[in-house]
Each structure stands twice: as C-alpha cells, then as structure tokens.
C-alpha cells in the first residue's frame, strides 16, 4: 500500500492575484529597553490591497471624497 502525498502549489502569479483580491495587512510593533529606558520603538503597518478592493472598503468607512463637492 503506497502512501501519496499531495501537495497543492501555487504560482507567484496566482498568489499576488489573491493578495491583491482579498488583501494583507501587517500590523507589527517592536519596543527595546534596557533598565527600563526605551532605547528603540518601531511602529509597522503595511496594507496591501488592489485599488479595487481599497476603493470598497473606503466607501464602506466613509473615506471616499464626492468630486462633486470637492
């Protein structure tokens, strides 16, 4: 009885085109201190997305401006 192992690859194209459908966000935060003074603090938000899906959801939060009252 022979084991088989299946294992599900994906091209480079095939992953950006699902990052840029449903996006990625980073959220990272660092903070070093040594005897309780903060010597290095490092904030990082990254926020990948196709233009198309950022649109959405600026519409959905209310971020799109109207170039009729602009």
Known sequence: ???EKNIASASIAE???RILDKGV???AFVRISLVGIELVAIEIR???ASVET???YAEAVG????PTTA
């Open 25 to 27: 966000v980073i959220d």
């Open 46 to 48: 990254a926020v990948v």
């Open 54 to 56: 950022w649109l959405k």
């Open 1 to 3: 009885m022979a084991i």
């Open 63 to 66: 971020l799109t401006l109207d």
């Open 15 to 17: 992953v950006v085109d």
